[in-house]
């Protein structure tokens, strides 16, 4: 039986990984390729977003 604070480690870690599988490829791989360009805005919302998932876990 998985606790509480299991439960929700378990969640933290499945949308951890939902955000690397879905922006992987479209957003991380080509910012360390030095590839992808964008307004200021989007990378602003993809290190918040970045930063809020590795708060959750």
Known sequence: MI??????????VVALSAVLLAFGRTYLLPISRGTFSALWVVHLHGAFALTW?????
């Open 3 to 12: 606790t509480c604070s299991g439960f929700f480690v378990t969640m933290a």
């Open 53 to 57: 998932m590795l708060l959750f876990l």
